[in-house]
């Protein structure tokens, strides 16, 4: 029987690299990740993935930090997730005109003029800056407090302010250059409505 320092055959690493660091902090490694996605089966795809990268990666070389660099490459995923995920909403976004949906209440006019500003909408967040563009995401989207948005993010709270502010500037620049009332923040809650 081979010790935990012994490599297996084909030179893979053992239990004791990243394969034990993995087993012994990955429930760690489910509540760092749930801070970034709220989804369980996400969050359990983001960690199998987590390992397979770095297993992949200690394979291939030599890794200093290895926990740090677990950490790190589990929130690199979730990052990369979200920014799929706002690319899915936007994307969706972009096809409602192509639905068709009977409210009674609401002209055909009023729904077309609805969906058109929200679409519109959605792509005024789409071109924000990446970093923005995920601080207004988690903030609109999500309902994430400032403070839980820091703590993902890893940037100050201030910060997220700031994107926060220049993402509802942004927005409301792009919605006026379309022909929209300057009212950017509150088109998404119209749209949704009709």
Same mark, same amino acid.
């Given at each position: 029987m081979a010790d935990a320092t012994d490599k297996k055959p084909g030179g893979a690493p053992a239990v004791d690299g990243i394969s034990g660091l993995f087993l012994k902090h990955r429930s760690a490694l489910m509540r760092y990740i749930s801070r970034?996605?709220?989804?369980?089966?996400?969050?359990?795809?983001?960690?199998?993935?987590?390992? +397979?990268? %770095?297993?992949?990666?200690?394979?291939? &070389?030599?890794?200093?930090?290895? !926990? @740090?660099?677990?950490?790190?490459?589990?929130?690199?995923?979730?990052?990369?997730?979200?920014?799929?995920?706002?690319?899915?909403?936007?994307?969706?976004?972009?096809? +409602?005109? %192509?639905?068709?949906?009977?409210?009674? &209440?609401?002209?055909?006019?009023? !729904? @077309?003029e609805s969906q058109e500003r929200f679409i519109a909408f959605c792509r005024a967040v789409r071109r924000l800056p990446l970093q923005c563009r995920r601080v207004f995401i988690l903030r609109k989207v999500y309902g994430l407090s400032h403070k839980e948005i820091s703590e993902q993010l890893n940037i100050s709270v201030s910060t997220v302010e700031k994107h926060l502010a220049s993402g509802i500037i942004k927005c409301q620049d792009y919605m006026r250059s379309r022909g929209y009332d300057s009212n950017a923040s509150t088109t998404a809650g119209k749209a949704r409505q009709g």
């Amino acid at each position: 029987m081979a010790d935990a320092t012994d490599k297996k055959p084909g030179g893979a690493p053992a239990v004791d690299g990243i394969s034990g660091l993995f087993l012994k902090h990955r429930s760690a490694l489910m509540r760092y990740i749930s801070r970034f996605i709220r989804q369980p089966q996400d969050i359990e795809d983001i960690v199998h993935e987590t390992f +397979l990268r %770095t297993y992949a990666a200690e394979i291939n &070389t030599q890794i200093r930090s290895p !926990r @740090a660099f677990l950490f790190k490459t589990a929130k690199n995923l979730a990052l990369n997730h979200l920014d799929k995920c706002s690319t899915r909403l936007t994307d969706y976004m972009g096809d +409602l005109d %192509t639905l068709q949906v009977s409210v009674d &209440t609401i002209s055909t006019e009023a !729904r @077309a003029e609805s969906q058109e500003r929200f679409i519109a909408f959605c792509r005024a967040v789409r071109r924000l800056p990446l970093q923005c563009r995920r601080v207004f995401i988690l903030r609109k989207v999500y309902g994430l407090s400032h403070k839980e948005i820091s703590e993902q993010l890893n940037i100050s709270v201030s910060t997220v302010e700031k994107h926060l502010a220049s993402g509802i500037i942004k927005c409301q620049d792009y919605m006026r250059s379309r022909g929209y009332d300057s009212n950017a923040s509150t088109t998404a809650g119209k749209a949704r409505q009709g």
